[in-house]
């Protein structure tokens, strides 16, 4: 069964600063990756996916992360963070074969200072 | 679309009640899910359902969780008898899957429940 892990529980950075929000997954076959966003109060928006092909993948609000095979890793990175990008951040992994059970890791929460 | 819709928004009771949580997927969507979220176990997937049908309910914590889907448009989430434990935001979501993996999950507001 694939697995999710993100270590950082929170994340503070300041405002215009980068940001890199890690997370690694486990499974014993072909994987789909997803970054969602949780804004407070609301239920979780997809930020981006990665289905095949290039390993970059760019979302939306300026993220991008980077699939690493290698490392069973889809690291979470944005150059320049907003006040607006407070949120809490869950990456999720699905197998190729059951893709639509997806599995969320337990989430970070990014915190952003001015 | 209004998106998918689940209710209460917020639900306070006392342990030992029955409880009931409700969702209407976004129409024409034929996969839909439960998940929890506590701070302690982050995002917990329950059970989801394709065309209606359970697939995957090894989610679910215990008997006193039970999850029903009559129809396309409504589907709903029972814990009975409740406990303080089970104090979390439930969520729902829902899915137009087309078998390449590019699922797109929609999520309600969620359900916050509060087991005193």
């Known amino acids: 069964a694939q697995s999710v892990t993100q270590l950082d529980s929170q994340v503070p950075v300041f405002e215009e600063a980068p940001v890199e929000l890690r997370c690694n997954y486990s499974?014993?076959?072909?994987?789909?990756l997803f970054w969602y966003v949780q804004y407070p109060n609301q239920g979780l928006q997809l930020l981006l996916k990665y289905l095949s092909g290039s390993t970059l993948v760019k979302g939306i609000n300026g993220f991008e992360a980077e699939f690493n095979k290698s490392q069973t890793s889809f690291h979470l990175r944005k150059p320049s963070v907003h006040i607006s990008d407070t949120a809490e951040y869950f990456c999720a992994v699905s197998e190729r074969s059951s893709a639509s059970k997806i599995i969320f890791g337990s989430g970070t929460r990014l915190s952003i200072r001015p | 679309d209004a998106g998918v819709i689940q209710s209460p928004r917020h639900e306070v009771t006392e342990m030992g009640q029955e409880v009931t949580l409700r969702c209407k997927p976004i129409s024409g969507h034929d996969y839909l899910f439960w998940y929890r979220q506590t701070m302690m176990r982050g995002l917990e997937l329950l059970i989801y359902f394709n065309n209606n049908v359970p697939i995957d309910d090894s989610g679910m914590p215990e008997d006193r969780f039970s999850a029903k889907m009559p129809n396309a448009s409504f589907s709903t989430l029972k814990i009975q008898p409740s406990e303080p434990r089970d104090s979390a935001v439930y969520f729902c979501?829902?899915?137009?899957?087309?078998?390449?993996?590019?699922?797109?999950?929609?999520f309600g507001s969620g359900t916050q429940l509060s087991v005193l």
């Open positions: 979501a829902s899915s137009l899957t087309r078998g390449l993996g590019n699922e797109k999950l929609f």
């Open positions: 499974s014993s076959v072909s994987v789909y």
